[in-house]
């Protein structure tokens, strides 16, 4: 059989059969009317890892941040985040299809804000301007090559946010690979913020789910907009349990990290391409003499995937499933390819 080395993305891995096992024999109950024991124990976790004083089960990372952009919002509000964030380029226009606010993206090509960049744009002190309502961060952030936002300038941009009267959410979808990288508590980067979501299904390699943490009252009323988004999953403990499963028995996230460097040292080598060093598991890197599209269909012939991520940008993405053997299978494929 072919061997095939898929690094489009985090979310591609398979349960394993330790979650499988636990996904066929997890306890149940209607979630919807709040009896299923085993989400009850995950959402319980996760506000525990968080620092927060509870979670609610969701189906994606979208729906997620959606039911957080809709809690800290009324709509004609102005929700300000960074120019590469997940909200504003990878969820569907939702901002303003479910809460009727706008995005006001700032910042540069590496996606972290700084306080100053915030403090800027904030608006609403007259009658024909938007008013600004909240900051949302995200941490790694995807679109800058899974770079990490470092907790002193969340910090710093939270101070701004709260001296203004903001809300803050924080997309931390990958914010396991953040803590893996840095050793900084899960629970200290959340901090600052009010809500904060988390995904089983990235790093953590669970089949299905994330996670909304914030504070009672709002995780309480983000069970009513979870409903009203269609996110009332009845016995869904079925998946809680590999989520569960996955958070203590967590997989070495710095080996995808340390993979991801490999494979980037090997590119940099290379004159078709520019790198960007990875700081935890994505590589993104441009291509110089060819476009996106004809490097990726190389690639694809050697049995390599990767997602194109612009014209001339591909994106890696190390998971659990890719082993040392994919990793040099990978270079190998390279060598022919580029050599």
């Not at 952009?69 to 300000?80: F, I, M, Q, S, Y």
């Not at 901002?95 to 009727?100: A, E, K, L, T, V």
């Not at 090509?109 to 800027?120: F, H, K, N, P, Y």
């Amino acid at each position: 059989m072919q061997q095939i080395v898929d690094l489009r993305s985090d979310t591609v891995t398979k349960p394993t059969a330790a979650m499988r096992q636990a996904m066929a024999e997890a306890e149940v109950g209607d979630d919807v009317f709040g009896e299923d024991p085993t989400v009850r124990r995950l959402e319980e976790r996760v506000a525990e890892i968080l620092g927060k004083e509870a979670a609610v089960f969701v189906p994606s990372g979208v729906m997620g941040n959606q039911i957080a952009l809709a809690l800290h919002t009324l709509p004609g509000d102005e929700v300000v985040l960074a120019e590469r964030s997940h909200i504003f380029h990878y969820e569907s226009g939702a901002p303003g299809q479910i809460s009727g606010v706008q995005l006001r993206p700032v910042g540069d090509e590496t996606g972290i804000l700084r306080a100053s960049d915030v403090e800027d744009v904030v608006r609403g002190a007259f009658d024909w301007e938007p008013r600004t309502s909240l900051v949302c961060l995200e941490n790694t952030i995807n679109k800058a090559g899974g770079l990490v936002f470092p907790l002193e300038a969340m910090r710093e941009v939270a101070e701004v946010a709260r001296a203004r009267g903001l809300a803050l959410h924080l997309d931390g979808a990958r914010l396991w690979n953040a803590s893996a990288a840095t050793g900084t508590p899960e629970a200290a980067f959340a901090a600052p913020f009010d809500t904060v979501s988390v995904c089983l299904s990235k790093g953590l390699g669970a089949p299905v789910g994330s996670l909304l943490a914030g504070s009672s009252s709002h995780i309480h009323e983000a069970r009513r907009l979870r409903k009203r988004l269609g996110g009332g999953m009845r016995q869904v403990g079925i998946l809680a349990a590999a989520g569960l499963l996955a958070l203590d028995h967590r997989h070495n996230l710095g080996s995808d990290h340390a993979r991801a460097k490999t494979f980037a040292d090997a590119l940099a080598g290379y004159s078709a391409f520019r790198v960007v060093p990875p700081e935890t598991n994505i590589v993104l890197f441009d291509t110089l003499e060819e476009d996106a599209e004809a490097v990726l269909m190389k690639l694809e012939n050697e049995s390599v995937r990767v997602v194109p991520f612009g014209p001339r940008t591909l994106r890696a993405t190390f998971h659990r499933d890719v082993t040392d053997n994919d990793v040099d299978y990978t270079l190998e494929a390279l060598q022919r390819l580029f050599g």
